[in-house]
């Protein structure tokens, strides 16, 4: 929801039985997550809440006993059990709380942590990546995992906890109102009505204002990403070198300004029609001093009914309050919905086994070995985009040869790699393995199938080791074979730098860890591949990992892989020509189609694009030269 698109302010009531379905749900769901806790935190929350729940009633029934013994001026002795009452529900109250605000907070961690796996889970689990790039899907992960702005925490778990504050304030109200009802029935209703009122105008508001930050999602992870920027290290030096940090702190505020000032405008116009429960709250508190107080003036009411009475009263009036529990289970309710949602649309899809497809027919298989891949006229685009990337591509990999793409930046080189791994499904028209539409094979077994280094690699925060045998998990710790990866990617002096070996942790923060510099990490990167490839890969892809060298060592260092990784495809993607002018075939990529193909000589003497292209970066060097 856009910002000027702000739903309307709500009425104060709502008593629609949908509505009313709707709460009880909700609160039924946060019931069921709290068994998330374990039963030995739910058996302790569960006490903490009665001991709570018990001790308004017996406050209000100790002091009326106390002031029956001072007004029948008993001694010491009949003291006792009424102070005892008293004490006890004082003692009741305050460990309760704060035994509940122990435990809710170690049930909160639980019931949270499963959530954030649970998004996790919902991030990964579809087979293709087309929701990472979704609006949507970053919206519903926002809402699911918010800590808040400021002072708000909206999690699933504090709405758990929260609603077992609430049911435990509910039955101490409802117990003080039976305390009442003994001397006045209509009086005991009225109160309990009264505050549960305010209670439901005040929730409706606080609803409204939720739901209100809700759509507001987009406009704050923009101001997120401003925070960020300011804040962080990676602009840290262009934003001081260009002097930007006015332009950077501006810009921030504008992006939170763009939902705040609408926010706090709806939440001063939600103050300004407090008259209502400001009226309903002094009649109550009117009728609960007066009704007593004259009923014991004309002596129908004993003064220790009279303090029963007040104090019981007191207590149904705590229900009226918004505590910061109410605002929590408000929140956070926000929060189960989001994950609800989530799974709904990107949840775990059925499993799939080497048996059947998505369709539910038999799934296609593949011969072992290089495979022969065919783009069909394959179209596709971005949700975010405003143009088809690949439109009408049609090209063949043929198996065992060495491919270079080339093409101008946006040209869909990446976007190939992408369809060529199913992570994306065309829009039109099909990719085929071996002539088997790549739809129908088993999008994991595929990519087990593939070693694909991107420009922007994950530098994982692990060992040396992991960083290298995690592209073939399934191999067995072989080091042998790990360090002959390093070997073939020219990495062997990151071991000898090193006393620790491959147990060498490759992050700064851990105490005895370090970082690479851009070229290690690309080596790194490669040897993972070439793992993979000795480990059962027959399609290997380097989508310009070597960024970092300069043209004589990239072109070196492609001659050393392809010579490394034996009798398999591979795929090269480069911006430097000169580096794989010696691949069996180079194709030009140009609006999202096959412009030009064929070997280097082919091409230069087709005197197109490709042509064009490496004279101009031939002249360019030999100029620096």
């Known amino acids: 929801m856009a910002v000027e698109d702000a739903a309307q302010p709500p009425a104060l009531l709502d008593f629609r039985v949908s509505a009313l379905v709707a709460t009880a749900a909700e609160r039924i769901r946060l019931a069921r997550l709290l068994a998330l806790a374990g039963p030995g935190l739910v058996t302790g929350i569960i006490a903490a809440g009665v001991a709570m729940a018990t001790s308004a009633p017996l406050t209000a029934l100790g002091t009326g006993a106390v002031v029956e013994s001072v007004v029948a001026g008993g001694g010491i002795a009949q ?31 639980r019931i949270d942590s499963a959530a954030r796996s649970r998004v996790r889970t919902t991030a990964l689990s579809p087979a293709f990546i087309d929701h990472l790039a979704d609006p949507r899907f970053a919206a519903e992960v926002t809402r699911a995992s918010d800590q808040g702005e400021t002072w708000r925490l909206r999690s699933p778990g504090t709405a758990a906890t929260g609603q077992v504050v609430l049911l435990a304030r509910l039955v101490s109200a409802v117990g003080a109102a039976v305390v009442v009802a003994a001397y006045f029935p209509w009086l005991a209703v009225g109160l309990l009505a009264g505050s549960l009122l305010i209670r439901a105008i005040t929730r409706r508001q606080w609803i409204y204002l939720e739901r209100l930050v809700d759509g507001f999602a987009d406009a704050q992870r923009r101001a997120e990403y401003w925070t960020e920027l300011a804040a962080g290290p990676a602009a840290a030096k262009e934003i001081r070198l260009f002097g930007l940090a006015p332009w950077v702190v501006g810009r921030r505020r504008e992006a939170h300004s763009a939902w705040a000032t609408l926010y706090s405008t709806e939440v001063r116009g939600i103050l300004r029609r407090q008259w209502v429960t400001i009226l309903i709250a002094a009649g109550a508190s009117l009728a609960a001093l007066l009704i007593p107080g004259l009923a014991a003036l004309d002596g129908r009411l004993s003064p220790s009914g009279l303090a029963e009475c007040l104090a019981a009263a007191w207590a149904i009036f705590s229900i009226s309050f918004m505590g910061v529990e109410a605002l929590n289970v408000e929140y956070g309710v926000g929060a189960v919905h989001a994950l609800d949602r989530l799974a709904a649309r990107y949840g775990t899809p059925a499993p799939r086994t080497s048996a059947t497809d998505t369709a539910g027919a038999t799934a296609a298989t593949v011969e072992p070995g290089p495979p022969r891949v065919g783009f069909e006229q394959v179209r596709f685009g971005y949700p975010t985009g405003d143009r088809l990337v690949l439109d009408g591509l049609d090209l063949d990999i043929h198996p065992g040869e060495v491919l270079a793409i080339v093409g101008l930046n946006g040209a869909g080189k990446t976007t190939l790699i992408k369809l060529l791994a199913s992570l994306h499904r065309p829009q039109s028209g099909r990719v085929t393995v071996d002539g088997v539409d790549i739809a129908r094979l088993d999008p994991v077994a595929w990519r087990r199938r593939m070693a694909v280094v991107f420009q922007d690699f994950v ?80 399609v290997l892809v380097l989508d310009e990992p070597t960024a970092h060298l300069d043209v004589a060592a990239e072109a070196e260092f492609y001659r050393q892989v392809v010579a490394a990784v034996g009798d398999v495809s591979v795929v090269l993607i480069s911006h430097r020509l000169s580096t794989i002018r010696d691949a069996d075939r180079i194709v030009v990529l140009s609006d999202g189609r096959v412009a030009e193909a064929g070997s280097h000589e082919e091409l230069m003497h087709l005197n197109g694009t490709y042509a064009r292209l490496f004279r101009l970066q031939a002249d360019r060097f030999a100029g620096v030269s």
């Open 459 to 538: 530098h994982y925060p692990s060992t040396l080791r992991d960083n290298i045998r995690m592209s073939a998990p399934e191999a067995s710790a072989d080091d042998e074979a790990i360090m002959a990866a390093l070997e073939a990617a020219g990495a062997r002096e990151i071991i000898e730098r090193h006393g620790e070996g491959l147990d060498t942790p490759l992050w700064r923060a851990d105490a005895g860890g370090t970082d690479l510099s851009g070229g290690q990490w690309q080596k790194i990167a490669i040897a993972r591949a070439i793992f993979a490839v000795r480990h059962g890969r027959t």
């Open 79 to 109: 003291m006792v059990v009424p102070l005892a009452m008293v004490a006890g529900g004082v003692l009741l109250r305050h460990l309760g709380e704060s035994l509940l605000e122990l435990l809710n907070w170690l049930a909160t961690r």
